[in-house]
């Protein structure tokens, strides 16, 4: 299975062969969740010498983990409420993830801050951000992005033509980071297979295995063979982000950490729609509204509003585009309208709320508790600092064993397709002769695959034809999708189209006219049938379907509602409930 260290293959083979070592010996971690905690708690685990399981019911990374503002930031928000450690530690993982960790997936990416209020905004934002690039200088390592620089109204406009004269004063430039959310989680969990982990997707949680009070598994439904089984491990990490509190019920609602979900939405639009040269940073009632360069396209974004109903598809609602759309046309000088917009999603937050005295606080963000032996929880946080998450997981796990488990390492663990991708980079002209690609497809493929392009190109190699772009979805070629489902887990369509790729968010199509292309090159790895194929297409359409007509309603609850309409290719099982 293990290609090279920090490098594996996650196919139906791998993932078959996964559940299979999965149920055949106790391990010393199970955990619960894909997404960027739960992988980073899998990784964390597998490089300090432990043997690791991790399940996901769903996709990798179709929770919260995909539906992000995709930064990687200090938050200039904490620093205005004077949190300054919890800045500087994001500041320290933005620094490692850009230079150490993922080279090719995090990159650096400028905001422009516009000022509206003469006098004292300028030193008050001016003061932020010397603090903010001061605190970025980390351990030992540079910070990775360049310094913010004070601008006038007029070089600021030269920047960001798309700024109305009359909204601001004047600006400031600072950086962050930014990065695929869906694609870090996955590379992420192919290195910790590389390191040994058995990780499989769509493998449902269902119930836990005890004895007495002390936690010693978790029973699982393989969702796409309908079997359960039983995973027996000497520790359980939840890490569910905002079904944290679902998890607790199976052990009878005993945790001591409760999670509640805030709903975000954001809208793209294409690169052309707004003229600049740079991100653009708003201040809203709230909080602040990003608009973030992405490729060909702009992502705007997030709304922040409490949200009750369907955690798997949280429904965006008119209302939710109206308020986005409002609040950058605030500053435009030509508004952007409901017809500029080709993709929305939403995602929720995990936030903590009402913990118990016995919680192990372990910052203002994130918690870890043990609430039964056997058994570790952690949440809250944010995606930038999961891989600090992880490690304050994994120390709970080390202390539920007994045993010595040696510090966390993975501050020194490059990703896979880390290694060797700046001496790519340095030869991307040269791998665009020979591969007969385009240097502007051969760095596109570099920032989605690093070192691991060689896999890719050796697809095209064998069948010249999937060297094609897909019709309908250039940014894509066609080999993309084999190797979605050859060698980066994905299952369905609806993976490829929405995680694997971004395509069901980046062309007013929403997917739909690649739809059948897509699916039936899937169709050979993934040993579908026509009728097979058949079904993936109608469930995607479905599913486009509902999304758009949910994005019509007025409120929360009739989106939902419309959104549930459109039923999942994979059904979900029914928790049990007399475990307690
Ligand atoms: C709108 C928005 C914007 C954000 N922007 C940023 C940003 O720019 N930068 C930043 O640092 N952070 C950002 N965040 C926060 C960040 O995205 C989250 O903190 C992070 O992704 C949470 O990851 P997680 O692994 O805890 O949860 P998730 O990604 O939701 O993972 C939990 C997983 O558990 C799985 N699961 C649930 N039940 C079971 C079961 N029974 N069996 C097996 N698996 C199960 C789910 O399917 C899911 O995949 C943003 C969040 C939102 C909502």
Redesign the pocket.
């Known amino acids: 299975m293990t290609a090279r260290m920090g490098t594996a293959r996650l196919g139906p083979a791998e993932r078959s062969a996964a559940l299979a070592q999965m149920e055949s010996a106790e391990l010393d971690v199970v955990v ?7 992988a980073g708690v899998a990784l964390d685990a597998t490089t300090r010498g432990l043997s690791v399981g991790l ?4 996709d990798f ?5 995909s ?7 200090g938050g200039l928000r904490y620093l205005e409420q004077l949190n300054f450690d919890l800045v500087r530690e994001a500041l320290q993982e933005r620094a490692l993830l850009l230079q150490r960790i993922a080279p090719h997936l995090v990159r650096p990416v400028p905001f422009l801050f516009p000022l509206t209020h003469l006098g004292w905004e300028r030193p008050y934002v001016g003061t932020g951000l010397v603090m903010y690039d001061t605190l970025g200088f980390s351990t030992g390592l540079a910070r990775g992005v360049p310094g913010h620089r004070h601008l006038s109204r007029r070089r600021a406009l030269r920047l960001a033509p798309a700024l109305r004269r009359t909204a601001f004063s004047g600006a400031v430039q600072y950086w962050d980071a930014q990065v695929d959310d869906a694609r870090y989680v996955m590379t992420m969990l192919r290195t910790a297979a590389g390191y040994g982990a058995h990780v499989a997707s769509r493998a ?2 269902t119930g836990f295995l005890r004895e007495g009070e002390r936690v010693t598994g978790v029973r699982v439904r393989d969702l796409e063979t309908g079997t359960d089984l039983e995973v027996r491990a000497r520790q359980v990490v939840n ?5 944290t509190d ?2 607790q019920e199976l052990v009878g609602g005993r945790g001591q950490i409760h999670v509640r979900a805030s709903k ?1 939405v954001h809208l793209v639009v294409p690169r052309d729609r707004i003229h600049s040269l740079t991100g653009i940073i708003l201040r809203t009632e709230k909080s602040v509204l990003f608009v973030i360069p992405w490729g060909r396209h702009w992502i705007i ?2 709304t922040d509003t409490r949200w009750d109903l369907d955690k798997v598809h949280p429904a965006a609602s008119r209302s939710d585009i109206d308020y986005v759309l409002e609040h950058v046309n605030a500053v435009l000088s030509v508004p952007l309208t409901r017809d500029d917009v080709e993709g929305v999603y939403a ?4 936030l903590l709320s009402g913990e118990s005295e016995e919680t192990s606080k372990l910052s203002r963000e994130h918690v870890v508790a043990h609430p039964v032996p056997g058994l570790v929880m952690v ?1 809250g ?4 600092t999961y891989r600090v998450m992880a490690k304050d997981a994994v120390d709970a796990v080390a202390h539920g064993l007994h045993q010595r488990v040696p510090p966390s390492c993975t501050d020194r663990i490059p990703l896979a397709g880390a290694e060797g991708h700046q001496a790519l980079w340095n030869s991307r002209e040269r791998l665009a002769r020979s591969s007969g690609l385009h240097v502007a497809r051969i760095e596109h493929l570099l920032q989605r695959y690093g070192s691991m392009i060689d896999e890719v190109l050796a697809l095209i190699e064998e069948d010249p034809s999937l060297g094609r772009p897909l019709t309908g979805a250039d940014d894509y070629l066609r080999a993309e999708v084999v190797y979605a489902a050859t060698h980066e887990g994905a299952r369905h369509l609806n993976d490829v189209l929405a995680r694997r790729t971004h395509i069901a968010i980046e062309t007013f199509h929403r997917g739909l006219a690649v739809a059948e292309e897509a699916a039936a090159l899937l169709a050979g790895p993934l040993e579908w049938d026509d009728e097979q194929v058949k079904r993936e297409i109608e469930y995607y359409t479905k599913r486009v379907e509902a999304e758009r007509l949910s994005q019509e309603q007025d409120t929360d609850h009739e989106a939902d509602a419309i959104r549930l309409g459109a039923p999942d290719i994979v059904p979900f099982a029914a ?1 049990e409930t007399n475990l307690a």
């Open positions: 619960i969740g894909g997404g960027v905690v739960g399940l996901e019911a769903r990374a179709s929770g919260t983990s539906r992000s503002s995709k930064l990687i930031h449902q949680v890490a569910t982000g905002v079904w679902e998890i975000g974004g997030t995602g929720l937050r995990p949440a946080g944010k995606y930038t928790p």
